[in-house]
């Protein structure tokens, strides 16, 4: 638990921790208010038992003479009226100042989860490559969204108020003991002990229950996406009870946890008021058996009755916020961890170049480079190539060779275990931002979004900021004209999520016009062309070849044909590069390339 604060204080800012300290100032505030409200009832409530007796309350005898003074009131009767007043005002002040708090709190709670949960995006967004994929999506929508404001409602918010709830009830056990110190005792022993009893029974488990609602809202997100995700096949193979059934397992998980932890929430309330009854009941007997004068006992049973009122609602806030701490410290745990890294990536915002970014791109060169995704299998072997301005470059290779970890490596993606990688003699490293910013990229899985074709292919520009005249050039380039004069709403068309509204080559094409949009001067094509129609292909590596010499053009294509043009070709095999040459030389020297000419 202190871990976890410390942790959660190295995510929050100075500004955060001022409002903090402000919030914990508050409730002290509040904590006095709170016994004063009760403190100025008990001089109210003797006098009204004893209207002629003044004696024990000099302030009041003081503030009566005073007040007949300065004939504000004229007789005792005028009195009453006036403390009446003068005590309801109070509580109105008292409780304005609350809702006034308990705003401030409210307002800083989410302004919190905002910041937080936005960091975190903003750290899955920002980290490398290779992290991002191990990561899975079901568990990052589940920290964004969910595990933050749990993080907020059940555990920062509740720790907040087991803060102020404690200062509340310690100011009204001074209070009391100050009027009554052996009641008081009395009373806060009983009440207390039966608190800490309700806790202990319960708070272990409360802490798996925050662990299990973790585990399952991963779970159940991921059957939803995945089954979802692969909607077609899951109809085709009629595997919709599966997923039903896979999330129906994970809700329940949840559900189980959950009404665990809403009655916990709930059940402390009535043992709380049994105990304060009994509490109350018991002192009650206890005075009247020791011979208390009924005026007496009237009164401290007033004083402890509207105590009392008070100490039910906290003690039971108490328990709630110590239940919500406890099984929130399941969750938050998880969570922590990727804040953490978020707050530290957050503070050192997209790394720039330096002083030195690249303008025009030169020459990229590889020397000796070797990678791999796991310990286990070797990806990329020893592989040097340089590639200068303007050249074309066609990658080959059978499926899973490495033509595309190739292209993540040259993309600065993923970085090498060994070799080096230098952009105009310069270390990719040093310059990756500027290198990426040269570069227009089409991946072999293209990801649409569900937004109009504009948009898709001015990707992350806002709508007024977009040039519709390279919008209808590289429109057209893509092969894209007659697809948009057939649509009603032309480049407004809607194409729906993962651009499931048009087809798998029209997709593409989207995806080709979206690299061209930036006038990249390196064009990276990962089998770029593998949808289209022979075609529609043709067209458009036509509209490439008029690129030729003007642009550097990287191509993967499992169809030769498609990289026939280019100036040189690599050859990959089991990551290694087994061959290099012209289209001529190639097709009479290299075996792999033949083999793959023929497929
Ligand atoms: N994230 C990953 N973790 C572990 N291994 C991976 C990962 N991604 C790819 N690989 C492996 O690395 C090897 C090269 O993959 P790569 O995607 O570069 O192949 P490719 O030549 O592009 O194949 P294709 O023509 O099918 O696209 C494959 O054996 C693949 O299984
Ligand atoms: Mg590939």
Same mark, same amino acid.
């Given at each position: 638990m202190i871990e976890l604060l410390c942790q959660i204080s190295q995510v929050l800012d100075r500004e955060d921790k001022l409002k903090v300290l402000l919030i914990l100032f508050l409730f002290l505030v509040g904590g006095c208010l709170e016994v004063i409200g009760i403190g100025i009832i008990l001089p109210y409530l003797a006098l009204l038992l004893n209207p002629e007796n003044f004696e024990g309350y000099v302030l009041l005898k003081k503030l009566y003479s005073v007040l007949i003074d300065y004939q504000i009131i004229s007789n005792l009767n005028g009195f009453y009226i006036f403390l009446t007043a003068l005590v309801i005002f109070f509580y109105w002040l008292k409780n304005l100042f609350f809702i006034f708090s308990l705003r401030f709190q409210i307002r800083f709670n989410y302004e919190i989860y905002r910041r937080l949960s936005s960091n975190l995006l903003s750290k899955y967004l920002k980290e490398s490559y290779l992290n991002h994929i191990n990561r899975n999506t079901s568990e990052i929508i589940k920290n964004i969204n969910q595990q933050t404001l749990d993080l907020v409602q059940a555990f920062l918010f509740p720790i907040l108020i087991l803060i102020s709830e404690c200062l509340i009830?310690?100011?009204?056990?001074?209070?009391?003991?100050?009027?009554?110190?052996?009641?008081?005792?009395?009373?806060?022993?009983?009440?207390?002990?039966?608190?800490?009893?309700?806790?202990?029974?319960?708070?272990?488990?409360?802490?798996?229950?925050?662990?299990?609602?973790?585990?399952?809202?991963?779970?159940?997100?991921?059957?939803?996406?995945?089954?979802?995700?692969?909607?077609?096949?899951?109809?085709?193979?009629?595997?919709?009870?599966?997923? %039903?059934?896979?999330?129906?397992?994970?809700?329940?998980?949840?559900?189980?946890?959950?009404?665990?932890?809403?009655?916990?929430?709930?059940?402390?309330?009535?043992?709380?008021?049994?105990?304060?009854?009994?509490?109350?009941?018991?002192?009650?007997?206890?005075?009247?058996?020791?011979?208390?004068?009924?005026?007496?006992?009237?009164?401290?049973l007033s004083i402890f009755g509207m105590s009392g009122m008070r100490l039910m609602p906290s003690m039971n806030r108490i328990l709630n916020a110590l239940n919500s701490t406890r099984y929130s410290q399941g969750i938050v745990k998880s969570l922590m961890h990727d804040l953490l890294i978020a707050n530290f990536k957050g503070s050192q915002t997209s790394i720039s170049d330096g002083a030195q970014p690249i303008k025009n791109f030169e020459s990229l060169k590889l020397d000796n480079v070797h990678f791999s995704y796991t310990a286990t299998a070797q990806t990329l072997n020893n592989l040097s190539l340089t590639i200068d301005a303007n050249k074309s470059i066609g990658i080959v290779g059978h499926s899973g060779s490495g033509k595309s970890t190739l292209i993540d490596i040259m993309l600065g993606l993923l970085d090498p275990d060994v070799g080096e990688i230098r952009v105009n003699n310069k270390l990719l490293l040093d310059v990756k931002e500027s290198w990426q910013q040269l570069i227009g990229y089409i991946p072999q899985d293209i990801y649409l979004s569900d937004d109009t074709i504009k948009a898709n292919v001015a990707f992350g520009i806002e709508k007024n900021e977009i040039d519709d005249k390279q919008l209808a050039l590289v429109l057209k380039t893509a092969q894209l004209e007659d697809l948009i004069n057939g649509l009603k709403e032309g480049v407004d068309t809607i194409i729906g999520e993962r651009g499931i509204k048009i087809s798998?080559?029209?997709?593409?094409?989207?995806? %080709?016009?979206?690299?061209?949009?930036?006038?990249?001067?390196?064009?990276?094509?990962?089998?770029?062309?593998?949808?289209?129609?022979?075609?529609?292909?043709?067209?458009?590596?036509?509209?490439?070849?008029?690129?030729?010499?003007?642009?550097?053009?990287?191509?993967?294509?499992?169809?030769?044909?498609?990289?026939?043009?280019?100036?040189? %070709?690599?050859?990959?095999?089991?990551?290694?590069?087994?061959?290099?040459?012209?289209?001529?030389?190639?097709?009479?020297?290299?075996?792999?390339?033949?083999?793959?000419?023929?497929?």
């Open positions: 009830v310690l100011l009204l056990l001074v209070f009391l003991l100050f009027i009554n110190p052996l009641s008081s005792l009395y009373v806060f022993t009983l009440l207390g002990l039966t608190v800490v009893v309700i806790f202990m029974c319960i708070r272990k488990r409360l802490h798996f229950s925050g662990e299990a609602i973790s585990r399952s809202r991963t779970e159940a997100n991921k059957q939803v996406l995945q089954g979802l995700g692969s909607f077609k096949t899951t109809k085709i193979l009629n595997k919709e009870a599966f997923f %039903i059934q896979r999330f129906n397992s994970a809700i329940s998980d949840m559900t189980t946890a959950r009404r665990y932890y809403e009655l916990s929430q709930n059940l402390p309330r009535f043992f709380l008021e049994t105990a304060i009854v009994t509490v109350m009941l018991s002192l009650a007997m206890l005075m009247l058996f020791n011979g208390k004068p009924t005026r007496e006992l009237i009164l401290t798998g080559g029209q997709r593409q094409r989207i995806g %080709i016009a979206r690299a061209l949009y930036h006038n990249p001067q390196i064009l990276v094509m990962d089998e770029a062309t593998a949808a289209l129609d022979n075609v529609t292909e043709h067209e458009f590596m036509q509209a490439i070849n008029k690129l030729k010499g003007r642009k550097t053009l990287i191509m993967i294509a499992h169809r030769i044909t498609t990289v026939k043009n280019c100036d040189i %070709i690599y050859v990959i095999e089991n990551g290694y590069i087994i061959d290099k040459g012209s289209y001529q030389e190639l097709s009479s020297s290299s075996k792999v390339f033949k083999t793959l000419a023929q497929l």
